[in-house]
């Protein structure tokens, strides 16, 4: 079984600052780590994933995230956000096992919100 | 190409009643997966339907269940509604019932049990 603890509830920035939402998890065997963005009143939305190979993965709207294996983080980064990326986040694993299905556990979410 | 489609997007029910969600996938797609969201427990796993088979299942009461169709659609019944399955029910398709392969979500529907 996985489970993924986001670290932050609630993160508020300005405009043009970076931002790091904060995620790790806990599993047994080989995972795969996803990002998805959840904008009022719509469903989720791919921002980026890892699945094997470099441990910086890019992803849309200028979202990258970092892999770390030892420290079994997934953290997501975005080095000047927009008003516009005011959103929940979510970080979710999967078993890699071919045979597992495409099961997502998520973290409980992280509000985004950018001031001006 | 169209994107996932949920309907109703909104539902309102008593207590007690019966309720049919339904899914319909990206075309070509032959995975679904629904999930649960609420304030309180955050996104659940329900089900994962693949040419019209359970393939995984979450941790919910035999209440809930979901079948699939050979057009892939699937729709999902929850019976004897109780006040906490008032929730965001969320349906995703992917191309084939592995991890590697993109969930594209849909818009949901959001069941109100009153």
């Known amino acids: 079984a996985q489970s993924v603890t986001q670290l932050d509830s609630q993160v508020p920035v300005f405009e043009e600052a970076p931002v790091e939402l904060r995620c790790n998890y806990s599993?047994?065997?080989?995972?795969?780590l996803f990002w998805y963005v959840q904008y009022p009143n719509q469903g989720l939305q791919l921002l980026l994933k890892y699945l094997s190979g470099s441990t910086l993965v890019k992803g849309i709207n200028g979202f990258e995230a970092e892999f770390n294996k030892s420290q079994t983080s997934f953290h997501l980064r975005k080095p000047s956000v927009h008003i516009s990326d005011t959103a929940e986040y979510f970080c979710?694993?999967?078993?890699?096992?071919?045979?597992?299905?495409?099961?997502?556990?998520f973290g409980e979410g992280t509000q985004l919100t950018v001031n001006p | 190409k169209a994107g996932v489609t949920q309907t109703p997007r909104y539902l309102i029910k008593t207590r007690g009643q019966q309720v049919t969600l339904s899914c319909s996938p990206i075309s070509g797609h032959r995975s679904v997966s629904w999930y649960q969201q609420t304030p309180g427990q955050g996104l659940q796993f329900l089900f994962e339907y693949f040419s019209e088979t359970q393939r995984n299942k979450g941790n919910f009461p035999g209440r809930f269940s979901g079948r699939q169709f050979s057009n892939s659609r699937s729709e999902m019944n929850v019976s004897t509604l109780e006040l906490g399955d008032s929730a965001l029910y969320l349906c995703?398709?992917?191309?084939?019932?592995?991890?590697?392969?993109?969930?594209?979500f849909g818009p949901g529907t959001r069941l109100t049990v009153t």
């Open positions: 599993s047994s065997v080989s995972v795969y």
């Open positions: 979710a694993v999967t078993n890699s096992r071919l045979t597992s299905g495409s099961r997502l556990t």
């Open positions: 995703a398709s992917s191309l084939e019932a592995r991890a590697s392969y993109e969930q594209y």
